[in-house]
C-alpha cells in the first residue's frame, strides 16, 4: 500500500477507541493528598491502516529531521523520535543543563488536551509545508482525512458484540473479525461514530506522534530562539515545555500563550510550575525539587518520584496475591490426590518485580542510577528487594 493511487482509494477501517484511566493521589494546596483520576482515550487502526500510516510517518519523518537540524532543534524536541535514548537520559540532561548554567529559573509549562486540541486546518498547512507542497497529493491527503474526520468504535461494545473477552483479548496480530462480520455486526448495527469537530486527531495511531511534532515545528523555532535570547535552553517532551535561563525569574508565559494561540492551542496555566536554582550557603539548591518526565531534581540530588514507588508496591502485592491464590488453587488439587503442598512460584514474581528480571521498574531505577551517577536513586530501589520478599513470605505462610 505504499502507491498514493491506491492508498487514495483504500477505505479505512473505523478506529477501535478506549480509555486508559490512570489514578494517583495527589496533594492540594493544604497538603492533604486526593486520589485523581486521569483518563486518556486509545485508539488503534486495523493491521492495513497501520501499515500506511506507518510509511507517511517515516516519509514525512525524513523531512522533519532535516528541518529540526536545519533550526538547531534536535536536542530540544525529545519525544517521538528514533534518538535510542529513554526518559532517563532527557532528563539527565535537562538536570545536567541547569547545573551547568548555574544558577537559574526554570520553568515547565504544559498544554491542555493537546491530540484533541490540533487544529485541522493547520495541521494541513504544516503538512504541505513540510513536503513542498501547497496542496497535500492524493496519498497524503487520503491519509490526512482518515485522521481528521475519522471514524471509531468503541472497544467493549464490538468486543461484547463479537463475543471477545477484554481480559484476554486476541493476539496483535490477530484480526478480531472478518470484513463480513465488520459489515454486518458493526457497521449495520449503528456503532460506528465520527468526529465532526474541526480540531482534534486520534491517539494512538502510528502517524499520530510523528503529526504531533510535525505541527508544533513553528511553536517550536519560535520557542528555542526565545530561550537562547536568553542564554537558556528550551526542551519539550509531547505537550510538556520545560524552559531554563540564568538569571532571577523573568515570566515569558504570556508571550508562550500567545504564540500557542496562534496554532489554537491552549496553555494549562494551572500546571505551570516555576523553580528558582541558586547558591545559597555554598550549595546549589531550590525550595521545591524540578520533577520533569518521572525523576526529581534539587540541584544536589536526581531521584526518581515517589508515586512511581507507590505504583510498584501496589502492583507487586496485587502480583503476590494473584501468585497466592494460584498455590491455593493448585494446593487443592494436590490434598485430593495425596500430594505434599508446595509454596507459590517465586520465578515470575522475580521476574517481573526484581533485579533478576530483564525489563521492569527496578532494573528501569538501576539503569538511571548509573546513567545519572546518583546514590540517591540506588538507595530508593534497593529498599525493593526486602519489600518483596516480605510479601513473598507473608504470602507463603498463608498458602500453608
Known amino acids: ?110 498544554i491542555k488536551g493537546f491530540f484533541d486540541n490540533l487544529s485541522h486546518r493547520y495541521l494541513k498547512r504544516a503538512w504541505g509545508t513540510l513536503i513542498g507542497h501547497s496542496k497535500l497529493p492524493l496519498g497524503d491527503y487520503a491519509v490526512f482525512k482518515s485522521l481528521t474526520s475519522y471514524a471509531y468504535v468503541d472497544k467493549r461494545k464490538i468486543f461484547s458484540i463479537l463475543n471477545l473477552s477484554l481480559n484476554n483479548p486476541p493476539n496483535c496480530s490477530t484480526k478480531i473479525c472478518s470484513a463480513q462480520d465488520f459489515r454486518e455486526k458493526i457497521r449495520g448495527t449503528g456503532h460506528i461514530q465520527k468526529n465532526e469537530k474541526c480540531i482534534g486527531i486520534p491517539q494512538g495511531s502510528a502517524i499520530s506522534a510523528m503529526l504531533s511534532n510535525l505541527y508544533m515545528l513553528e511553536f517550536d523555532i519560535f520557542a528555542n530562539r526565545l530561550a537562547k535570547s536568553m542564554q537558556g535552553r528550551y526542551y519539550r517532551y509531547c505537550d510538556d515545555m520545560l524552559f531554563i535561563f540564568p538569571g532571577k525569574y523573568e515570566s515569558i508565559e504570556d508571550k508562550i500563550e500567545t504564540e500557542l494561540g496562534k496554532y489554537e492551542l491552549p496553555l494549562n496555566r494551572s500546571k505551570t510550575e516555576i523553580h528558582i536554582f541558586e547558591t545559597k550557603n555554598g550549595k546549589f539548591c531550590t525550595e521545591k525539587p524540578l520533577q520533569y518526565l518521572g525523576f526529581y531534581f534539587d540541584g544536589q540530588r536526581k531521584f526518581i518520584r515517589s508515586a512511581a514507588f507507590a505504583k510498584f508496591s501496589n502492583n507487586m502485592r496485587r502480583g503476590v496475591s494473584l501468585a497466592k491464590q494460584t498455590a491455593r488453587k493448585h494446593n487443592r488439587i494436590r490434598e485430593k490426590k495425596g500430594e505434599s503442598i508446595r509454596f507459590i512460584w517465586k520465578r515470575k514474581i522475580y521476574k517481573t518485580y526484581t533485579h533478576l528480571g530483564g525489563r521492569n521498574f527496578i532494573t528501569y531505577g538501576i539503569r538511571a542510577a548509573e546513567k545519572m551517577k546518583d546514590k540517591t536513586i540506588s538507595r530508593q530501589i534497593k529498599r525493593l528487594w526486602g519489600r518483596v520478599n516480605r510479601e513473598v513470605h507473608h504470602a507463603n505462610r498463608e498458602v500453608i
Open 1 to 110: 500500500m505504499t502507491s498514493p493511487e491506491r492508498v487514495a482509494q483504500h477505505s479505512f477501517y473505523p478506529f477501535i477507541r478506549f480509555e486508559l484511566i490512570a489514578s494517583k493521589f495527589k496533594p492540594d494546596d493544604s497538603g492533604k493528598k486526593t486520589l485523581v483520576r486521569k483518563e486518556r482515550i486509545i485508539s488503534y487502526a486495523s493491521h492495513v491502516d497501520s501499515n500506511i500510516y506507518s510509511y507517511y510517518s517515516d516519509l514525512l519523518s525524513e523531512k522533519y529531521e532535516v528541518e529540526l537540524e536545519k533550526h538547531d532543534l534536535s536536542q530540544s524536541i525529545l519525544a517521538f523520535r528514533s534518538l535510542g535514548l529513554s526518559n532517563i537520559d532527557f532528563a539527565n540532561n535537562a538536570f545536567d543543563s541547569i547545573a551547568e548554567i548555574g544558577d537559574s529559573t526554570v520553568i515547565a509549562l504544559d
